[in-house]
């Protein structure tokens, strides 16, 4: 897909996106930087509805791990009928393990339009003839940070994105295990490459979204509650007893 393609897809977005950021700007007083908060709460909010399919798809198939390990024991020599097995599983018990990613998928396309936003000759016009793109330590929501802010806005992108994430994998079906602790570590370096390479307001967005996350899974922690999961010896001495042979009728 070439950018052009890709720009005239996002334009909707866009429009939208900066529509949003001059009403909290112009009509609500918000500073420009606040402004990008309010977008990103405002995104979430209406993401609210999905998160909520989300959470409840995500304790369904923690209720569901004991079978699942069932399964993965029984198969494990042969990875191709495990898989089988599995989506037969997840069929019968109508539960989709990919439904997590799309609250996270729908966010990239906005993510994408305010990049552009922030870039466009436009916006930046708009933010310097209101003479208020810093926002508190960050001098300009439309350009790349430099020097200290730089230094905040790392660590602040580096430790939200890591307490996120482990927020996140500690609530998923298989819980937060050593290989999980790695990839914390990993998604919180992004950082290092992610904030000098893009304007701050990119940045203060990501970061809001990243504390909205974890926010909302203590929210669901308290709303939506794990579900009670049974031992691998107490799914097992659950399933019913296999079915006696049929005795064969003599003939006479």
Not at 96 to 107: G, R, T
Not at 143 to 171: C, D, N, Y
Not at 200 to 223: D, E, H, M, P, R
């Amino acid at each position: 897909m070439t950018p052009l393609v890709l720009a005239s897809i996002l334009q909707p977005l866009e429009d939208a996106a900066e529509a949003v950021l001059k009403f909290f700007h112009d009509n609500a007083g918000f500073s420009w930087g606040t402004s990008i908060i309010a977008l990103t709460v405002v995104v979430r909010a209406l993401l609210v509805p999905l998160t909520y399919k989300q959470i409840k798809g995500m304790r369904a198939l923690q209720a569901l791990q004991p079978q699942i390990k069932l399964i993965q024991e029984k198969y494990k020599n042969d990875k191709q009928r495990m898989q089988q097995e599995m989506m037969r599983f997840y069929q019968q018990n109508k539960v989709n393990p990919l439904a997590s990613c799309l609250p996270l998928l729908l966010q990239l396309p906005i993510f994408f339009a305010l990049f552009q936003l922030l870039q466009g000759d436009s916006f930046e016009q708009d933010v310097e003839a209101t003479g208020g793109e810093g926002w508190f330590f960050i001098s300009s929501v439309i350009e790349k940070p430099q020097g200290a802010e730089l230094v905040v806005l790392m660590l602040l992108f580096a430790g939200s994105m890591a307490l996120s994430t482990l927020i996140t994998m500690r609530s998923s079906p298989s819980g937060a295990g050593a290989q999980q602790y790695v990839l914390v570590g990993a998604f919180s370096l992004i950082g290092l490459f992610f904030v000098p390479a893009f304007p701050a307001g990119l940045s203060l967005y990501w970061i809001t979204t990243n504390f909205w996350t974890v926010l909302q899974s203590y929210a669901a922690a308290k709303l939506i509650p794990a579900p009670e999961v049974p031992t691998l010896e107490e799914a097992a001495a659950a399933k019913p007893p296999p079915k006696p042979p049929r005795k064969k009728k003599r003939r006479r």
